[in-house]
C-alpha cells in the first residue's frame, strides 16, 4: 500500500506526476490556502507534507498528525513550522537553501532600480497619457546606483549575492550580521562590517535580507527608518513582519525616505492599505524566488527531501538537524 503525501498548494504538474509514481498524492487543486485546521483534517493518513511558507503547520496540528513523517517547504524559510514540535514528535522539517539565492537577489535588484529610477511612476505617466514634452530637465528626477552605499542587513547567501551585483555598480558595501563574514569573503565582495546604527545612517540603499523570527519581528520600524537617510532607499525581500509596514508607510508618506521597493508584508495577500496611495513605493506580490527555472527547482529539491524522508534516510536539507 502506497504512503499518502499532502500537498498543500498548487505546484507543477510534473512534480505532480513524479510523486505520484510512488506514492498516493493528496493534491490543493484550487490553491486556496488552508488554515490550519483544514490542513489537520486533510493530513489524515498521510505521511509526509510538501508545503510552502503560507501553510501553518502549529502544534494542534502536528498533534492531530501522527502519521507524519516529514514536512518538506518549498522555501528557504520555515517559520510557518512549529520546529521545536516538529522536532519532539520526530517529525523532519526540510527545506530549500541555495537554489533561489540568485533569483531573489535579482528581483532585489529590480526594486532598488525600479524605486530609485521611479520606473513605475513613469510608465503609469506614459499610459495614462500625460507625457506631453518630449524631454523635461527636471521630470522624474531618480537616484544614481552607481558609485552609492548600499547596506545589506543579513549577510548570508542572498545577502552575499546582492551585494556581489554591486561590484558591477562601483557600489561601496557596508553590511551588518550576527556573525563576522572571513576577512576572505569580505575582501571579494568588497564589504565593510559595521554596527547597524551606522549602516543606517551611510547607506543611500539599505536592504533587509534576514529570516523572520521573534527576534527579527519589526527590526526596521520607526526608529530605524528615521536613522537613515531623507534620500535614501529601502527593499525588502525578506520576509513580511521583518519590518513594521506602518512605520515605513509613514515614512515614505513624510519624506522621511526617498522611497521603497517592497516584495514582502505583514499578513499578506493583505496589506497596509496606505501603500497603495504611495508613489514612491514599488510593490510586487512576494516573487522574489518567481522565475519558472528557480520555482521548479525548489520542488525538486522538496520532492528530494521528502522522498528521502519516506524511504528511511535523513533528507539532504534537514532543519531540524537533531533528528540526524
Given at each position: 500500500?502506497?504512503?499518502?503525501?499532502?500537498?498543500?498548494?498548487?505546484?507543477?504538474?510534473?512534480?505532480?506526476?513524479?510523486?505520484?509514481?510512488?506514492?498516493?498524492?493528496?493534491?490543493?487543486?484550487?490553491?486556496?490556502?488552508?488554515?490550519?485546521?483544514?490542513?489537520?483534517?486533510?493530513?489524515?493518513?498521510?505521511?509526509?507534507?510538501?508545503?510552502?511558507?503560507?501553510?501553518?503547520?502549529?502544534?494542534?496540528?502536528?498533534?492531530?498528525?501522527?502519521?507524519?513523517?516529514?514536512?518538506?517547504?518549498?522555501?528557504?524559510?520555515?517559520?510557518?513550522?512549529?520546529?521545536?514540535?516538529?522536532?519532539?514528535?520526530?517529525?523532519?522539517?526540510?527545506?530549500?537553501?541555495?537554489?533561489?539565492?540568485?533569483?531573489?537577489?535579482?528581483?532585489?535588484?529590480?526594486?532598488?532600480?525600479?524605486?530609485?529610477?521611479?520606473?513605475?511612476?513613469?510608465?503609469?505617466?506614459?499610459?495614462?497619457?500625460?507625457?506631453?514634452?518630449?524631454?523635461?530637465?527636471?521630470?522624474?528626477?531618480?537616484?544614481?546606483?552607481?558609485?552609492?552605499?548600499?547596506?545589506?542587513?543579513?549577510?548570508?547567501?542572498?545577502?552575499?549575492?546582492?551585494?556581489?551585483?554591486?561590484?558591477?555598480?562601483?557600489?561601496?558595501?557596508?553590511?551588518?550580521?550576527?556573525?563576522?563574514?572571513?576577512?576572505?569573503?569580505?575582501?571579494?565582495?568588497?564589504?565593510?562590517?559595521?554596527?547597524?546604527?551606522?549602516?543606517?545612517?551611510?547607506?543611500?540603499?539599505?536592504?533587509?535580507?534576514?529570516?523572520?523570527?521573534?527576534?527579527?519581528?519589526?527590526?526596521?520600524?520607526?526608529?530605524?527608518?528615521?536613522?537613515?537617510?531623507?534620500?535614501?532607499?529601502?527593499?525588502?525581500?525578506?520576509?513580511g513582519g521583518v519590518v513594521d509596514d506602518k512605520a515605513l508607510v509613514d515614512a515614505l508618506r513624510e519624506g522621511k525616505i526617498a522611497a521603497a521597493g517592497i516584495d514582502v508584508f505583514e499578513g499578506e495577500p493583505r496589506l497596509h492599505p496606505g501603500y497603495l496611495a504611495l508613489p514612491n513605493a514599488v510593490l510586487t506580490p512576494h516573487i522574489g524566488s518567481a522565475s519558472r527555472a528557480t520555482r521548479l527547482a525548489m520542488c525538486a529539491m522538496a520532492q528530494?527531501?521528502?522522498?528521502?524522508?519516506?524511504?528511511?534516510?535523513?533528507?539532504?536539507?534537514?532543519?531540524?538537524?537533531?533528528?540526524?
Amino acid at each position: 500500500m502506497k504512503q499518502k503525501v499532502l500537498i498543500t498548494r498548487k505546484v507543477f504538474p510534473e512534480v505532480v506526476e513524479a510523486l505520484s509514481r510512488h506514492f498516493d498524492v493528496v493534491t490543493n487543486a484550487d490553491d486556496r490556502p488552508w488554515s490550519p485546521d483544514e490542513i489537520a483534517v486533510r493530513l489524515e493518513g498521510c505521511s509526509a507534507a510538501l508545503s510552502t511558507v503560507m501553510c501553518r503547520f502549529d502544534a494542534s496540528v502536528l498533534a492531530a498528525s501522527p502519521g507524519l513523517k516529514v514536512i518538506s517547504n518549498i522555501a528557504v524559510g520555515y517559520n510557518n513550522i512549529d520546529v521545536a514540535e516538529a522536532t519532539k514528535r520526530r517529525i523532519f522539517v526540510t527545506n530549500t537553501p541555495g537554489v533561489l539565492d540568485e533569483t531573489t537577489a535579482d528581483l532585489t535588484w529590480a526594486l532598488m532600480m525600479a524605486a530609485a529610477r521611479r520606473i513605475p511612476e513613469g510608465d503609469a505617466f506614459v499610459r495614462r497619457g500625460d507625457w506631453q514634452v518630449a524631454f523635461s530637465m527636471s521630470a522624474f528626477l531618480g537616484a544614481d546606483l552607481h558609485g552609492a552605499t548600499l547596506g545589506v542587513i543579513g549577510m548570508g547567501r542572498i545577502g552575499q549575492a546582492i551585494a556581489r551585483r554591486a561590484l558591477g555598480f562601483n557600489m561601496r558595501v557596508l553590511y551588518h550580521n550576527r556573525t563576522r563574514l572571513p576577512e576572505g569573503d569580505e575582501l571579494r565582495l568588497k564589504a565593510r562590517h559595521v554596527e547597524r546604527d551606522e549602516l543606517l545612517s551611510l547607506s543611500d540603499f539599505v536592504v533587509v535580507m534576514v529570516p523572520y523570527s521573534q527576534a527579527t519581528h519589526h527590526l526596521i520600524g520607526a526608529t530605524e527608518l528615521a536613522k537613515m537617510k531623507p534620500t535614501a532607499v529601502f527593499v525588502n525581500t525578506a520576509r513580511g513582519g521583518v519590518v513594521d509596514d506602518k512605520a515605513l508607510v509613514d515614512a515614505l508618506r513624510e519624506g522621511k525616505i526617498a522611497a521603497a521597493g517592497i516584495d514582502v508584508f505583514e499578513g499578506e495577500p493583505r496589506l497596509h492599505p496606505g501603500y497603495l496611495a504611495l508613489p514612491n513605493a514599488v510593490l510586487t506580490p512576494h516573487i522574489g524566488s518567481a522565475s519558472r527555472a528557480t520555482r521548479l527547482a525548489m520542488c525538486a529539491m522538496a520532492q528530494d527531501n521528502l522522498m528521502a524522508a519516506l524511504a528511511g534516510r535523513v533528507p539532504p536539507n534537514l532543519v531540524n538537524k537533531e533528528l540526524a
